[in-house]
């Protein structure tokens, strides 16, 4: 099966788990992603960001957040490397790994995070065709 096709599968997990009848059968879909997208994709490719991020946006959803973090962690560290630097995708994973980091307490480390990445959106948004 080609990528394209592991992505549209993603893009149906992302949609099943917005409509999951049970909080564990999205975290199945998720975690089931992010398997697919590193048996296809080399290791640090943007499309495994991507996975992982749906995984820990999942899980926090879930009131995980100590479960999402390795994950949104992961997402953040290859979205740096993996997407140009004007591209949104690494601004998102920061955000959620900051909700995830407060949401276990670590509110200042959290906010920090959040904080910066509400900068980053900004940088992205101002580069946009028309501003």
Known sequence: MDATRWREINELAAVAADTAPEERDAEQLAHR????????????????SRALSFLGRVLLRAGKPREAEPALRESFDFGRKAFPKDNWRPAESKLFLGVALASQGRRAEGQSLAQAALKEFERVIAGLPGN
């Open 33 to 48: 992603a992010v398997d697919v997208h590193r048996a296809v994709y080399p290791a640090g490719h943007m499309e495994i």
